[in-house]
């Protein structure tokens, strides 16, 4: 803004200024009406053999009127340098208006000679900004155990190839000794039962009158060699069975004992796990929370220095407004002119 244009005291207001310079114009138009197609000389026109007198048809500049052209050239020359100057002090007002309400803050800042505006950083841009980090696990989360197997089948099939033959080996002795020695339906078991019935009951008829039929049974074997292979295949049973079940505790005790330990192992390292999230959790809501003092330290202090700007802006534009225009020495006299004649339009 041009300062030696403008004046808090004195001086004519913005609308006095627009006023007398739409009047000096009306002023300078006139002037120029006066200077338009100017002539200095008088035109006749006669008829022909007409006998009549010549007729005036256009009159030039009389001698006063040729002595007034200087004069009428100051006054268009005042004029327009009166209004030149007060349209120029308007649009310097205007714009300057514009300017201050257009002006950001950072400009207002740098212009007042103040600290740049502040800038509240998100939560990642401040870490950057501050060197910190956020904590995170040291200790890897540990992986559960596989729960316990219960399946039989699955247990043996994870068996070395030894064991796992030997027992197959077992199991389809057991499973034949079962079938043929155990059972109480098994065959030789029943065909053993039958022996001893016959033992006891050597004869049986069947029909009767001329058509009976006698039945004698007379042992094929020893009952002794019956009994002890009988017994023997029996013990074998028991002992196969003994041993096949000894496995398939032996595998559920292993599986039992290893999920024991892989559970404990677990729970060990859970603990830890656990313990450590406790730590981080606790440190990474205290940086939060530091940074979220930070945050409301900088958002309050821009907001502060916002309100300033803004009350900067709101006064400045008042103060702006209230000034007016200073009427230098070059142009007094035609503002003085021009002020007398609109005092006259206002009578």
């Known amino acids: 803004m041009k300062k030696e244009l403008f004046t808090e005291k004195g001086g004519i207001s913005m609308t006095s200024a627009q006023y007398l310079s739409n009047l000096g114009q009306e002023k ?19 008829l022909v053999d007409s006998g009549s007198e010549k007729t005036l048809m256009s009159q030039g500049l009389i001698e006063s009127d040729l002595r007034d052209i200087p004069k009428l050239l100051e006054v268009i020359s005042k004029m327009n340098a009166f209004t030149a100057y007060c349209r120029e002090a ?25 600290e740049p505006l ?24 540990p992986e559960a155990p596989d729960p316990e197997e219960e399946n039989l ?13 030997r027992y197959l080996e077992l199991d389809s002795r057991a499973a034949v000794l079962g079938k043929y ?10 065909a053993r039962r039958q022996y001893l019935e016959k033992l006891t009951k050597r004869l049986s008829k069947e029909g009767t009158g001329r058509d009976t039929c006698i039945y004698e049974y007379c042992p094929s074997v020893e ?5 002890e292979v009988f017994e023997s295949l029996q013990k074998e049973y028991r002992e196969v069975s003994a ?10 005790e292993a599986e039992a004992k290893r999920y024991t330990s892989d559970k404990a192992e677990y729970d060990k390292k859970l603990s830890e796990y656990d313990k450590e999230a406790k730590e981080i959790s606790v440190f990474n809501k205290n940086l939060r929370s530091e940074w979220s003092d930070y945050y409301k330290s900088v958002s ?46 206002g009578e």
């Open 300 to 345: 309050s202090e821009i907001y502060k220095i916002s309100g300033e700007f803004y009350s900067w802006q709101v006064s400045e534009k008042n103060r702006v407004s209230k000034l007016k225009i200073i009427i230098p020495k070059a142009l007094q006299e035609t503002y003085e002119y021009l002020e007398s004649l609109g005092k006259k339009e």
């Open 90 to 114: 308007i649009k310097d007002k205007d714009e300057t208006l514009r300017k201050i309400s257009r002006m950001k803050i950072e400009d207002w800042l740098k212009y007042s000679g103040r």
């Open 243 to 252: 041993k096949l079940n000894k496995m398939r505790f032996d595998l559920r």
């Open 28 to 46: 300078a138009k006139e002037a120029k009406e006066k200077l338009s197609h100017p002539s200095f000389y008088n035109t006749y026109i006669k």
């Open 223 to 227: 009952k002794k060699v019956l009994e």
């Open 118 to 141: 502040p800038k509240a950083l998100g939560f990642e841009d401040w870490l950057e900004e501050t060197g910190k980090t956020i904590a995170e696990h040291k200790i890897p989360e």
């Open 181 to 190: 020695v155990h059972d109480n339906d098994a065959e030789l078991v029943v």
């Open 153 to 165: 089948a699955v247990l043996v099939s994870r068996l070395g190839i030894d064991e796992y033959q």
